[in-house]
């Protein structure tokens, strides 16, 4: 059974890797919490959404300086609220640090000079398919990482007994909350609810123009979340976007058409 997993899991980035189209994309952010994207001037004063932050904004930060406009900032995790409390509280000031390794960013790491209060807009939520829900969010066993999860992919790695309960909300609303006719990119590092929140974009046809994706339950060998995975890409793909190649699975970026 294992090698007939493994063969269907090669198999299924091959796949991808056909499917990816090369085009020249701008890192923002560090190695752990950076992502890539296409440099489109159309980015320029627009208000996009990232969900999943953590304690390394370096991504956002670097966006709102690069582009300026604004970043609804979205993340119920206890740890990660309190960092985004203390960038917004520090907002004004110099980098003085450089980054760090991994995913615990240090304020002064942040280059906030020119950043204004209102460019950061946060939100103690957790994104997904429906609005309102109270519902478990899990925490990983080992205290040094931050991230809960949903949808508890990660099993083992997720210590039960500590979940704590977290309020749900919708893109849809976020973006009726905000008056935004539409999205020019959203980022989504959500533990394993991304395969919950892109079937209910595409159902209320919200159609940003770039999507930075993590498909969490590809860090597994799990055949049926590569299976569940490949689907999502193949109806993102049907609505006209463009798997852009960025070598560092399982993060994607896909762009509409252009």
């Not at 208000?47 to 604004?70: Q, R, V």
């Not at 740890?79 to 004004?92: A, C, D, M, P, T």
């Not at 999502?232 to 463009?242: D, E, G, Q, V």
């Amino acid at each position: 059974m294992n090698v007939i997993k493994k063969f269907y899991i090669r198999f299924f980035k091959f796949i991808l890797s056909k499917l990816q189209k090369v085009y020249e994309t701008k890192r923002l952010g560090t190695e752990y919490g950076g992502w890539n994207l296409i440099n489109f001037q159309e980015l320029n004063n627009k208000t996009i959404i990232s969900a999943g932050c953590g304690e390394d904004i370096s991504f956002d930060i670097e966006f709102l300086n690069k582009y300026g406009g604004k970043v609804i900032l979205v993340d119920p995790t206890p740890r990660s609220i309190k960092h985004l409390e203390q960038v917004f509280n520090s907002v004004g000031q110099k980098k003085t640090k450089e980054y760090i390794d991994g995913g615990n960013q240090k304020i002064e790491s942040y280059d906030l000079k020119n950043i204004q209060p209102e460019q950061l807009i946060i939100k103690n939520y957790a994104l997904y398919k429906k609005d309102g829900l109270t519902v478990k969010f899990f925490p990983p066993k080992n205290p040094e990482h931050v991230s809960h999860s949903i949808s508890n992919w990660q099993k083992g790695e997720t210590n039960s007994n500590k979940s704590i309960e977290v309020e749900t909300i919708t893109v849809k609303k976020i973006m009726k909350e905000y008056e935004l006719d539409e999205l020019e990119l959203i980022k989504l590092d959500i533990e394993g609810a991304e395969n919950q929140v892109l079937p209910n974009l595409i159902k209320n046809k919200i159609f940003p123009n770039q999507i930075l994706v993590e498909f969490d339950e590809l860090h597994t060998d799990n055949l049926i979340s590569y299976l569940k995975a490949l689907i999502i890409i193949s109806r993102l793909l049907f609505k006209n976007y463009i798997l852009i190649q960025t070598n560092k699975f399982p993060d994607m970026l896909f762009v509409k058409k252009f």
